[in-house]
């Protein structure tokens, strides 16, 4: 883990902050910052109410939850809180009183939320403010039930246009800082609705709620290109569609009898988002929300104008294909000693041999029969739409190259042939009778090895130096389903850190190396992420 140079206060500070930028997606300090900025000239107790809010959470969640920093100081822990103590405002600017009402409804939905939040995301979905909404309707049921007033606000002037101006200019600036085309996108398709929903009614409707669903719009266009799925390759047409959903929603709200009581608050975007979430299949929903992944994606388009993605496998990419760790001596004789395998042993001592041939016959009947699976074929496409640009393996199965990547570099050679080791002839396997009896030799003289690298025994320079220039140009590397923990694999990584390139460990578990700033640990089977991660890419399968 690395170290926190921040101090608790610091923590609490920029958890607050960045609560308040989850209000609208974003997601740093100084855009929640912005944000509240912006709110405070165009409703100063609203401001006042979400980040009354947001500490209260921040509270909840630090001293009385007692999660872990990590949890909320992201601020999505947090932003429950900051939503409602927002549409507090009314409440707060006519009695302070309230806020004690207002930290009991926080309290009320930190008591649901995790519930909320891992039903949602057990079927997929972002949870995004469910958790608030459902607590702001009861609230608001409440308040009516007893014949109070939610929403009036209890305000001097309404704001003039300078500070409208200022207010959406740096909400704009924040949203920019985020992501500059999702902001000027969602802009452009959000004025379109507005102008749509004020002109398209018989009624022109009052410019306030025109600017509440200009704005709720915005959100939804804006959320999905740059925070909940950065770099989809359909973000953009998914965001469209979830702004017309959203817009269809809103319109449609007030003339449903039995909703038409209740205000719609976000429900309409949230429902819109959903929507675009249900399109994708469940197991690929739940990858597409891990921030880790979303980092590969973004990495991986950066990369394919940049000079590519080098990927170093291992056995884990091969499990699924039913092939042992080649490796770590999965396929060696049982009850044999490990030394018997050795370099040395091969040249030196016959019985070494005769185990070494017969223990490398039974991994080529499994591999020759073992078919690449989708991991294998997802490399392929990820190659033939030029995100990644070498594949390097720890194993000798051939798997990538029946699934059709181009020049894969073999460190440990492959099982499918063998080799002279004096002329360095490559040859066919011979009958199994030409080891087991006598030793096999070349027409030179030299003793004959299936051509994968023992124990012991250099790997070849020309393949070394294939493997090194692969890495040297390289923008992000992907280590997929091995433990990094030969010597060979760990130079590769430490070469590509040296760049500081940023290097993606995919697999079940953790790697056997230290870990450095730049790496990110994805723990995932290949063969589920690769395929998730090429949708995401919007890459069709593989052509082998
Ligand atoms: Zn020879």
Redesign the pocket.
């Given at each position: 883990m690395l170290a926190d140079t921040k101090t608790p206060w610091q923590t609490y500070a920029s958890a607050w902050l960045n609560a308040q930028a989850q209000v609208v997606f974003l997601s740093t300090p100084l855009q929640g910052f912005l944000f509240l900025v912006a709110l405070s000239l165009f409703s100063p107790w609203g401001a006042a109410g979400m980040a009354l809010g947001a500490l209260m959470a921040l509270f909840i969640c630090a001293f009385v939850l007692r999660q872990h920093p990590l949890e909320w100081r992201n601020g999505f822990n947090l932003f429950d809180g900051a939503v409602i103590g927002l549409l507090w405002a009314g409440l707060l600017s006519r009695d302070m009183q309230s806020a004690i009402l207002l930290a009991m409804a926080i309290a009320a939905c930190y008591a649901m939320r995790f519930k909320l939040v891992s039903t949602a995301y057990s079927y997929g979905f972002p949870s995004l403010g469910v958790a608030s909404l459902v607590t702001l309707w009861a609230a608001i049921y409440v308040t009516l039930y007893f014949g109070g007033d939610f929403w009036s606000m209890r305000m001097r002037s309404e704001p003039g246009t300078l500070s409208m101006c200022l207010a959406g200019m740096c909400l704009l600036a924040a949203m920019l800082l985020q992501n500059v085309r999702a902001a000027l996108f969602a802009l452009a398709g959000s004025g379109l609705a507005a102008l749509l929903f004020y002109f398209a009614q018989d009624y022109p409707p009052p410019v306030g709620s025109t600017i509440v669903l200009g704005f709720t719009v915005f959100l939804v266009l804006f959320s999905l290109p740059a925070t909940l799925l950065p770099g989809h390759a359909k973000a953009y047409p998914m965001a469209a569609l979830a702004g017309l959903v959203t817009l269809g929603l809103e319109l449609a709200w007030p003339h449903v009898n039995t909703l038409s009581s209740v205000p719609s608050l976000m429900a309409p975007m949230f429902l819109g988002i959903w929507v675009v979430f249900a399109f994708f299949k469940i197991e690929h929903r739940l990858i597409f929300l891990d921030p880790g992944v979303q980092a590969l994606a973004k990495h991986l388009q950066e990369a394919s104008s940049q000079g590519g993605a080098v990927v170093l496998t291992g056995a884990g990419i091969s499990t699924a294909s039913g092939i042992p760790d080649y490796t770590r001596g999965d396929w060696l004789e049982a009850g044999v000693p490990l030394a018997t395998y050795n370099y040395a042993g091969f040249v030196h001592n016959r019985y070494s041999r005769l185990m070494y041939w017969n223990s490398c016959f039974r991994f080529l009947k499994t591999a020759s029969q073992a078919q690449a699976n989708p991991a294998h074929l997802t490399l392929t496409a990820l190659q033939q739409a030029g995100f990644v640009t070498t594949v390097i393996t720890q194993n000798v199965d051939g798997l990538h190259q029946k699934a059709g990547t181009e020049g894969t570099v073999e460190l440990h050679g492959n099982i499918d042939h063998v080799h002279?080791l004096?002329?360095g002839?490559s040859k066919t396997w011979p009958e199994p009778a030409s080891w087991q009896h006598s030793d096999t030799f070349?027409?030179?003289g030299?003793f004959l090895k299936p051509a994968v690298i023992a124990f012991g025994e250099d790997i070849s320079l020309t393949t070394w130096v294939q493997a090194q220039q692969a890495v040297s140009t390289c923008s992000v590397m992907l280590v997929i389903g091995t433990q990094a923990a030969v010597t060979s694999a760990l130079a590769l990584i430490e070469q590509a850190r040296q760049r500081q390139v940023p290097c993606f460990f995919i697999m079940p578990g953790y790697p056997a190396c230290v870990l450095t700033a730049n790496d990110r640990l994805l723990f995932y089977k290949a063969e589920s992420l690769l395929p998730a991660l090429a949708d995401y890419l919007g890459l069709s399968k593989a052509k082998p």
């Open positions: 002279c004096l002329c002839a070349c027409e030179c030299g």
